[in-house]
């Protein structure tokens, strides 16, 4: 399907479907009937603290929250950050959704598409996950909305610190069927082309950024180019506390992005904000260092290991021993220095093979 010019849709008028929380603070009630909640909440005071734990009574304490956790999404959250291409979808034909925060100072919006069925992201089907991340990128497309948005973190509807305008059908949900037929087949074309350069690169070139500075692609290059220098960084010990980790990231990702675009450099707040999202996600989802250590280094690890190089070792060992053996056969007036030349193993460990 193709952009329709509509007229306006009626999720967009404030006063009908929607009550911005200037007029009516929307009742916890409202709220959740729309948006689902588990017991436990990833929270965060403001931007820049460090992720904690809260319960439902203590949530409108906090300014962001996470409304999915790390074995299901139960929502999908797409960030604009321009008034502009809100205004844009004034005009076209995209699906209502359930929950809209406006940043009140900034003008930023976040929406929010609650799911029917919520996706498992722990060992998820490959179909699902294919289909999951071609409704993600499609509507990032159709929205114009922030590719580096990793959507760990949402405006909280529930703190009263933003403009919250919510469905009038307080059951209002979509699966990933219904938001792909909002999805222009042109986009969706793009998406299957890129997934398939992907495959076809294999395994060895799977950290080759795909993006080019070149092409109008700077923020998407700094970001892939930034996380692949921090994933590897994250295991440092000395980074484990958030406003270090947080601190070490925007230093990095500005001389990354210092280095490469000296010529044409993005503002400051565009560059914090790949920054931030990506020491958000890897400080939400990876293992800390004390996790790391104990599935990598303890003791009972290290057996493991030294058994395994063992193994290894004397199945190497055997290996190089019958090709000395063999050598001696094919040659018997030849040395120990010039089987060691013919068959490239220490002259020592050939002298052993012989004695033995």
């Avoid at 307080?170 to 037929?181: A, G, K, V």
């Avoid at 947080?246 to 280095?259: G, P, S």
């Avoid at 490469?260 to 565009?270: A, K, R, V």
């Amino acid at each position: 399907m193709d952009f329709q010019q509509t007229s306006s849709p009626e999720w967009r008028e404030p006063l009908s479907f929607y009550t911005p929380n200037t007029l009516r603070v929307p009742t916890f009630y409202d709220l959740e009937q729309r948006i689902p909640l588990t017991d436990h909440i990833r929270v965060k005071e403001f931007k820049e603290s460090a992720p904690e734990t809260s319960d439902k009574k203590h949530l409108p304490n906090f300014m962001l929250f996470n409304p999915n956790n790390k074995k299901f999404v139960n929502t999908l959250v797409f960030d604009i950050d321009s008034e502009e291409h809100m205004d844009c979808l004034h005009w076209m034909d995209i699906p209502e959704p359930t929950v809209r925060s406006e940043n009140p100072v900034k003008g930023g919006f976040h929406l929010q598409f609650r799911l029917k069925d919520p996706i498992q992201m722990i060992n998820p089907s490959p179909k699902v996950k294919y289909k999951l991340d071609m409704v993600m990128y499609g509507l990032q497309q159709v929205f114009c909305a922030d590719p580096t948005y990793n959507g760990l973190f949402t405006k909280n509807p529930f703190s009263g610190q933003h403009y919250v305008y919510m469905s009038a059908d307080p059951n209002l949900s979509y699966s990933l069927e219904d938001l792909l037929d909002f999805i222009p087949e042109k986009i969706l074309d793009q998406f299957r082309e890129m997934k398939d350069k992907k495959v076809k690169r294999g395994k060895k070139s799977k950290k080759e950024n795909p993006y080019s500075p070149e092409q109008g692609q700077r923020h998407m290059w700094l970001f892939q180019e930034g996380r692949f220098v921090l994933y590897s960084d994250w295991h440092n010990k000395e980074l484990q506390q958030y406003s270090v980790w947080r601190q070490y990231c925007q230093e990095t990702i500005r001389n990354i992005h210092d280095n490469q675009f000296s010529y044409d450099p993005l503002s400051t707040p565009e560059v914090s904000r790949i920054a931030g999202s990506i020491a958000d996600y890897i400080y939400e989802y990876f293992e800390n260092f004390e996790a790391y250590n104990t599935r990598t280094h303890s003791s009972d690890v290290q057996i493991i290991r030294n058994q395994r190089s063992q193994k290894v070792r004397k199945a190497s060992a055997d290996k190089k021993k019958d090709l000395v053996l063999l050598t001696r056969e094919e040659h018997p007036m030849a040395s120990a220095q010039e089987i060691s030349t013919l068959t490239g193993i220490h002259v020592r460990s050939v002298y052993r093979y012989l004695a033995a």
